[in-house]
């Protein structure tokens, strides 16, 4: 399966000081078709005013992943971080049982992130930190791993069998990419225009796959997107033993 949501599908809210698209049922979007995606949660597409932002809030047994596009937020939690987290920066909270945090636009221009929520692997874990600079040379004309939860080394850490892409793709040149059947890889167009296994996207659309051996994503024009690799979750229910069915004595 290789889905194409629309851009124009993409739920968006202007507060004033916030405009945000929201890509899963979030907050007061409720959509039951669209809870989540695999381990997937949320993906929330966020610009932020200047002198503006997120009070003080509770997060728990949620792996956070904030990627700011531009302009700088300045951040503050329970675990007692207080840093600014900048164009270039890849932040992760693992809320675990429970932290509160506030984010800040503290700058004199708007700030554009993306905030990505995945469900955990291990329920109960103490509150956790990370954050990393990367270069943009990391993406450029390839998939760089920018946060990770499988053993990827030099990256930023979460705690869910899951990785998280980040490219910038010039016009004509692909990149390919391999998942499980037990997998699911979901693309977030920021830039541009692609092919996702033949698949035409643009500027703002998803691309949501599943059961596919392999990925090959090709610019139609200099592009630039997030891939995240996450456990498929399928659903809950009988186990394969039970599946197998007995008879009655």
């Not at 920066?89 to 929520?117: C, K």
């Not at 329920?123 to 990367?134: A, C, E, G, I, V």
């Not at 705690?159 to 040149?173: D, F, K, P, Q, V």
């Not at 796959?209 to 592009?223: C, N, S």
Request: net charge negative; glycine share 10%.
């Amino acid at each position: 399966m290789v889905a194409l949501t629309d851009s124009g599908k993409r739920h968006f809210s202007d507060f004033g000081w916030l405009k945000t698209y929201w890509l899963f049922s979030f907050s007061s979007y409720y959509d039951p078709s669209n809870i989540q995606f695999g381990a997937l949660r949320v993906y929330n597409d966020d610009v932020v005013e200047p002198g503006t932002g997120f009070p003080t809030h509770p997060h728990k047994e949620m792996e956070i992943i904030t990627i700011p596009l531009s302009g700088s937020m300045t951040h503050a939690d329970s675990m007692g971080n207080e840093t600014v987290i900048q164009t270039g920066d890849v932040q992760r909270m693992s809320a675990g049982t429970g932290l509160t945090h506030s984010e800040y636009n503290l700058g004199s221009e708007p700030v554009h992130f993306y905030q990505i929520w995945v469900f955990p692997d291990t329920l109960k874990l103490s509150p956790t930190y990370d954050q990393r600079r990367y270069h943009p040379d990391v993406w450029t004309n390839k998939l760089g791993v920018i946060a990770s939860g499988q053993g990827i080394k030099d990256v930023v850490t979460f705690h869910t069998n899951a990785s998280i892409y980040r490219c910038r793709l010039e016009s004509g040149l692909t990149v390919q990419q391999k998942i499980g059947d037990d997998r699911r890889a979901f693309l977030y167009l920021t830039d541009g225009t692609v092919s996702v296994n033949g698949v035409k996207a643009e500027q703002g659309d998803q691309v949501r796959m599943d059961e596919q051996d392999g990925i090959d994503i090709k610019a139609e024009k200099d592009a630039e997107f997030i891939l995240i690799d996450v456990p498929s979750c399928k659903g809950y229910g009988y186990d394969s033993d039970t599946l197998k069915g007995g008879r009655w004595r």
